[in-house]
C-alpha cells in the first residue's frame, strides 16, 4: 500500500513537471512571437510585412547615389537603380524616396508598404522592398522600361488604338480587384495617367499606393477626410460633406478613360477656354453627334468609330456628379467587354448646363 501510494505520488510529481514545462515553453514561445508581432506591428513605427528591407546604403549604391530621376510620385522622387537579387543577376528597380514634411511622408509611406504588400495582381506594380532607416523612407518596386502612360498618350504621335483600348480594361479589371476582390478593400484614391506605369508589352501596371484608404469587406463607405488626388481627377464628392466610396475611383477611372481615347490632357488652357476642361468637351461631342472632334487626326479610332463611341457612353456614366449614378468597376469591366449594354448617359453635371 505504501509503495502504491509512494508510486502515485511519484508518477503524479512527474506528471505535473512536464505540464510545466510544457506549460513555460509554450508561454515563452508566446511572448517571443508577441515580442515579434509588435515590433513588426505598423502601429509603433515599424511595418508588418514579407517585404525584403534594405539598408540606406544599400538603396543609395543601387541608385549610384540617386543619380537618374525617372519621375515624381506622391510624396516622392523617383531613381533608376540596379539591385542583386542573385550572385549571377541583378534587377532594376524603381526607388521611391519620400520628400515631403516627415509626418506625412512616414503616414503614405507605411500606407504603400502594406497596402502593395497584401495585394498580388499582374496589373499592380510589383514592390519588391522598402528601407525604414531613422528618417530615410524608401521604396523599391520593379522597373517598368515603358514609363507612364501620361508619356505613352501625350507625346506628339497618338499610339495605337488598341493598345489604348487595351490598356483601358486592364486598369478596370485591377481596379475592379482591388474593390471587390481583396481581403481588404482599397480605394486608390489617385488613379491618373502618371501613376500607371507600362512594360516592355505595354501593359498597365497600376501604382503609388500612397493616398490609398482601406476598408474592410463590410464597410463600403469611410468618413471623408482631407482632399485626396489630383486636380482634374478629384470626384465632386471630396469637396462637399459626404461619405467616400469606391465611386471616387469610378470617377477618376472615367477621366482618364476620356484622355485614353482622345490623348488629350484631363486639363490644357492651350486649348482655348471652350475646351480645356476635357470631361465638359467631351460630353458637347457626344451631345452633339461630333465624335470625329474627340479623336480628330487618328485614324485608327476613327474607323472604329462605334467603339469610340461605347468608350465615351462608358465614360460619361463614370464621370457623373451623383456618385449613386456611377456605375461599380465591375459593371464597368462588364460594359467594357460588352457582356451587359451600355445606356445612354445622362449629362454628368446637371446643374452646370
Excluded at 495585394?119 to 523599391?140: I, M, S, W, Y
Excluded at 457582356?339 to 445622362?346: A, G, T
Aim: neutral net charge.
Amino acid at each position: 500500500m505504501e509503495k502504491s501510494y509512494a508510486g502515485s505520488v511519484l508518477l503524479g510529481s512527474s506528471v505535473f513537471v512536464n505540464f510545466a514545462l510544457v506549460c513555460a515553453v509554450g508561454l515563452g514561445f508566446f511572448f517571443i512571437y508577441k515580442k515579434k508581432w509588435i515590433r513588426n506591428s505598423p502601429g509603433d513605427g515599424t511595418i508588418e510585412t514579407k517585404s525584403r528591407c534594405f539598408s540606406y546604403k544599400e538603396l543609395e549604391e543601387a541608385t549610384d547615389n540617386f543619380k537618374e530621376e525617372v519621375g515624381r510620385g506622391s510624396f516622392g522622387i523617383i531613381y533608376k537603380g540596379v539591385i542583386q537579387t542573385t550572385t549571377t543577376s541583378t534587377t532594376a528597380v524603381a526607388v521611391k524616396k519620400l520628400d515631403r514634411v516627415f509626418q506625412d511622408g512616414e503616414k503614405e509611406f507605411k500606407n504603400e508598404v502594406v497596402v502593395i504588400g497584401q495585394t498580388h495582381h499582374k496589373n499592380l506594380v510589383r514592390l519588391l522592398g522598402f528601407c525604414d532607416e531613422g528618417q530615410n523612407r524608401l521604396l523599391a518596386y520593379e522597373f517598368l522600361n515603358n514609363g507612364t502612360l501620361a508619356s505613352f498618350l501625350f507625346g506628339n504621335l497618338k499610339p495605337n488604338w488598341n493598345l489604348r483600348t487595351n490598356i483601358a480594361f486592364q486598369i478596370a479589371r485591377v481596379l475592379l480587384y482591388l474593390h471587390e476582390d481583396c481581403s481588404t478593400q482599397i480605394i486608390h484614391c489617385d488613379i491618373k495617367p502618371q501613376n500607371i506605369l507600362l512594360n516592355d508589352r505595354y501593359n498597365a501596371r497600376i501604382s503609388d499606393f500612397g493616398l490609398a484608404k482601406l476598408l474592410t469587406l463590410n464597410q463600403r463607405k469611410t468618413i471623408k477626410t482631407a482632399i485626396r488626388g489630383t486636380k482634374g481627377y478629384v470626384a465632386p464628392e471630396w469637396f462637399r460633406k459626404s461619405t467616400i466610396s469606391a465611386k471616387v475611383d469610378v470617377y477618376s477611372f472615367g477621366v482618364l478613360l476620356l484622355e485614353i481615347i482622345s490623348c488629350r490632357k484631363s486639363f490644357d488652357i492651350e486649348m482655348g477656354e471652350e475646351y480645356a476642361i476635357l470631361t465638359d468637351w467631351a460630353f458637347d461631342c457626344y451631345r452633339n453627334g461630333k465624335l470625329d472632334d474627340l479623336v480628330e487626326g487618328d485614324m485608327e479610332a476613327m474607323n472604329d468609330i462605334k467603339c469610340v463611341e461605347k468608350l465615351l457612353m462608358i465614360s460619361i456614366w463614370c464621370i457623373q456628379e451623383d456618385p449613386s449614378l456611377r456605375p461599380t468597376m465591375r459593371k464597368v469591366s462588364q460594359m467594357l467587354q460588352e457582356v451587359v449594354e451600355v445606356d445612354v448617359p445622362p449629362n454628368p453635371s446637371p446643374f452646370s448646363g
